[in-house]
């Protein structure tokens, strides 16, 4: 119940493109969702957050969506670049539970020139 | 204003050794969290720190131990290393009274011998 799962694992598109990934969740209790951003060889960098009382924040170029009813959220990279090309998490955590962070496996995202 | 420090950067040990890991804080920070990060996975909670106490703790042995000092500052400790135990070690901070947003430090990389 603990569980994150996230997909695709790896992800190629064009500069300029949108990648997508998604994540799925099981425990209800959890109500705070962010994403990180992960280059090689550095500690994950937090991109943007949401809790579940929305259904979509944007930050820049990046946006989730949320849809509590189905326990899934999404990132979306609007107009992509090279420099976004990095490993992306997704991670939920419950305020009930001290905010411990339970990581998806990760998306490797390539954004080809 | 200083993010999360941790030392060293890269470590190498042979097996059945001990090592022990630092961090310091993002400054005005109290509450550290270590996880631990396997090539190619997202990061595993091992515990988390708060007014000098381990307040939760992941699905991880007692090989694995840790201590907060009064400034903030933690240790993550392991004895006896196992191979498996080769990893990215990553501590983030947080402070606990108002964000449960983890801003993560750059890891300090282990290798097991």
């Known amino acids: 119940q603990q569980q994150v799962k996230q997909s695709p694992q790896s992800l190629i598109v064009q500069k300029g493109g949108i990648p997508i990934i998604n994540c799925a969740y099981e425990?209800?209790?959890?109500?705070?969702f962010p994403w990180y951003q992960q280059f090689p060889g550095k500690g994950p960098a937090l991109l943007i957050a949401?809790?579940?009382?929305?259904s979509e924040k944007k930050e820049g170029r990046f946006t989730i969506s949320f849809n509590k009813s189905a326990k899934q959220f999404s990132l979306h990279i609007m107009d992509s670049q090279p420099g976004d090309s990095a490993t992306y998490f997704c991670?939920?955590?419950?305020?009930?539970?001290?905010?411990?962070?339970?990581f998806g496996g990760g998306t490797r995202v390539l954004v080809k020139p | 204003d200083a993010g999360v420090t941790q030392s060293p950067t890269h470590l190498i040990k042979t097996r059945g050794q001990q090592v022990t890991l630092r961090c310091s804080p993002k400054?005005?920070?109290?509450?550290v969290s270590w996880y631990q990060q396997a090539l190619g996975q997202g990061p595993q909670f091992i515990f988390q720190?708060?007014?000098?106490?381990?307040?939760q703790r992941g699905n991880f042995p007692d090989r694995f131990s840790g201590h907060q000092y009064p400034n903030y500052s933690s240790e993550l400790n392991v004895n006896a290393l196992l191979l498996g135990d080769s990893a990215l070690y990553l501590c983030a901070s947080s402070w606990d009274r108002t964000t449960d947003t983890q801003y993560f430090g750059p890891g300090t990389r282990l290798t097991v011998l």
């Open positions: 400054s005005g920070h109290d509450t």
């Open positions: 425990n209800t209790a959890f109500d705070y």
């Open positions: 720190y708060y007014e000098e106490e381990e307040r």
């Open positions: 949401i809790r579940p009382d929305v």
């Open positions: 991670a939920a955590s419950s305020g009930a539970a001290g905010n411990k962070l339970t």
